[in-house]
């Protein structure tokens, strides 16, 4: 075996097979060294000019360069979020997206260079404040390590005994309703009811995608299926290939998946302003006739859009699973993928059986419409943190100005609700919070926000939050805005009818 596949697989052994996110079973294992040798001390400069996904692919992390060309398609988040850090400072995304184990055990494999001092005399320190690391961004990081000494980043797993309780019921009621009655209320009633449960179970799915339950790779990954795959009919591992990136990079307009919605919407003037490559799919984005017809009228559609959006995460869960369209020429390292596919076919077995024990074809569309439009609604809440917030291109973490802490800060916005609505809107109504701490539990985030709030406060950044209803006329507005970026009806005519010669 080679001195890089040694590297990765031991690296990658020990991941898999840690059981905490601060043990290791595996903790006599010793890492190799870096595959290349330790090259000198780099700056910045010089580490954003020889990077290159493909043959260079080099991060910091605090004072350190580390390659990572080998280990990205072998990296459980993705490949595309290392991508997507290549030359740049990764410090505070890979601190607050892996457990302590990662970086203590593991990061020293891969290492390349140290990095120069970047302010004379100063060394290079998370404990210094300088241009990189200024006094917010030191203080946030204090504030962490003290949360993580009061046990806020562990689960209390009883907060889960309950809600699969509740969960199992709704389920069981679906059943009931499907299989116990002939009339057709009853029969709409049990598919909104299903819709209800599918929204509930994509938010457990996607605290099992950021290992925040148990902190175990393999049982959260085995469960996330389980939830993902098997219940909702939406791959576990497809929606980590988007999701993971989307943490990274928010609202980017080139490299975030979850803004990337041509030829349908689009959320800012500049998807019409510049050809745009979509790092995500590998090719530009639509820009065409259809595209400026659909998004001159998003600000109408956005609803309809939104009830019918589950259909399309079908389709690129298939796709992903099997490789099939621009998947197929992607280098995605799929966690177990026979049974992501099996789990997927037992979706789609368990949910025809159900709609055909219904006595006509009438209950069957009332099964399934109300289904799919009541879980339409977790479409319009996961939209509603990032659509009417502003936009970039290309990636930050330039500096301070721009980096981890304020990116997050300024791409993601919470929704303002009572304590009573936590469970309908299942976490993500914290959205700053959790983009801030996304391996924190879900149980825990309404005491982090009040803490990241006051946190703002003291250092003057700015705390997005809005009401549901609130949030849902700023997106309305901006996709409004948004559209009369788009082609007047007499430019489409003067164009079909070759008029400009």
Known sequence: MSAVSSSTAVAETVLLHS???????????????????????????????????????????????????????????????????????????????????VKDRMLASFFYADLIQTTKGQPNNKSKADKYNDEATVAFREL????????????????????AAVYSCMFLLVLAGVLCSDKLWIHALSGALLGLFWQQMAFVGHDLGHNSMTHNLQVDSFWGIIVGNLMTGVSMAWWKRSHNVHHVVTNS??????IQHLPVMAVDPTFFSQPLFSTYTNRYLQVDELSHFLVKYQHWLYYPVMAVARVNLYIQSINHALCLSYYAATKDLVWRRELQIATLIGFWTWLIALTLQLPSWQSRVLFLVPAHVVAGILHVQITLSHFAMPVHTGVTYDDASNGYLRTQLRGSMDIDCPK???????????????????????????????????????????????SFLQANAMVIGKLKETSKSTKRFSEFFTEAMNLNG
Not at 78 to 98: E, M, N, Q, V
Not at 144 to 163: I, Q, R, S, V
Request: aromatic share 12%.
């Open 144 to 163: 962490t390590e003290k949360m993580e000494e009061a046990g806020m980043f562990e689960t209390d797993l009883t907060f889960y005994y309950k809600k």
């Open 253 to 258: 307009c080139d490299y975030d998946p979850d």
């Open 19 to 101: 059981t905490t996110s601060t043990t290791l079973t595996t903790a006599a294992v010793t890492l190799p060294s870096s595959k290349k040798q330790p090259v000198g001390p780099m700056t910045r400069a010089d580490v954003l000019q020889r990077s290159d996904p493909e043959t260079l692919c080099l991060i910091i992390v605090d004072d350190k360069v580390y390659d990572c060309t080998q280990w990205q398609h072998r990296h459980p988040g993705g490949y595309l979020t290392i991508r997507a850090l290549c030359g740049k400072d990764a410090t505070d995304a890979f601190t607050y997206s892996h457990p302590k184990f």
């Open 420 to 466: 009573y609505m936590d469970w309908f809107h299942g976490g993500i109504q914290f959205q700053v919070v959790h983009h801030i701490w996304p391996r924190l539990p879900r149980r825990n985030l309404r005491t982090a926000k009040g803490m990241l709030m006051a946190f703002c406060e003291g250092h003057g950044l700015e705390y997005h939050q809005a």
